[in-house]
């Protein structure tokens, strides 16, 4: 072999290198405090919207107890009634323990969906609160939780809603704690809730 074929094999073997070690450097260092940066800003933001109970839902109201946070609206055909379904269930699992966890359904359709007609809508699951305001401010709480909501006209001028559908779960620091997925596995889905509230 040739000196130049050796120093090209040289030369490749050190480019391999240092590919390994930049991938190295972003899966070990980069990626997670991408992944920290995130999930560590969740829910934070200047949003002040109001729950139907009267009290103002900030980034504040996270904090002091576990949270589930889910985004949807009144007349959401499937998910969002399938949702509340789940989550009384949920309750129904946890016992006493589902006490200690307090859960707000936030619309996405802040123009149609009215304090009276959140309350009603959510009022069959005990402990859960609606949650309004005005479109500056939800936009506001949708950027903050990282929610898709987008606006789809239907016809004759009606219009329907396409949002995110995970159930987003918050420690009582108010610190981001997992998500639950729509129609998540009921023991997984439970086992997730169990951690967060602190129930054996």
Avoid at 42 to 56: F, N
Wanted: proline fraction near 4%; glycine fraction near 10%.
């Amino acid at each position: 072999m040739t000196k130049q074929g050796i120093t090209t094999i040289r030369i490749a073997l050190w480019g391999l290198v240092f590919v390994a070690l930049l991938a190295l450097l972003w899966f070990r260092v980069v990626a997670p405090r991408l992944e920290q940066d995130v999930t560590g800003s969740l829910g934070r933001g200047d949003y002040q919207l109001t729950a139907t109970d009267g009290s103002v839902f900030t980034e504040d109201s996270l904090k002091g107890a576990p949270s589930a946070v889910f985004f949807g609206f009144t007349h959401c055909p499937e998910v969002c009634p399938t949702t509340l379904g789940d989550i009384a269930t949920w309750q129904d699992g946890l016992g006493d323990a589902g006490g200690a966890l307090r859960v707000f359904f936030v619309t996405v359709d802040p123009e149609r969906d009215t304090a009276a007609q959140l309350e009603q809508y959510v009022s069959w699951v005990p402990g859960v609160l609606g949650v309004s305001g005005d479109r500056a401010e939800m936009d506001k709480a949708i950027k903050a939780f990282r929610i898709y909501a987008r606006r789809v006209p239907l016809d004759e001028g009606d219009y329907t809603m396409d949002h995110s559908a995970m159930v987003l779960l918050f420690d009582a620091r108010g610190d981001y704690a997992g998500l639950i997925n729509y129609q998540e596995d009921y023991d997984r889905a439970l086992g997730k809730l169990r951690a967060l509230v602190g129930a054996s």
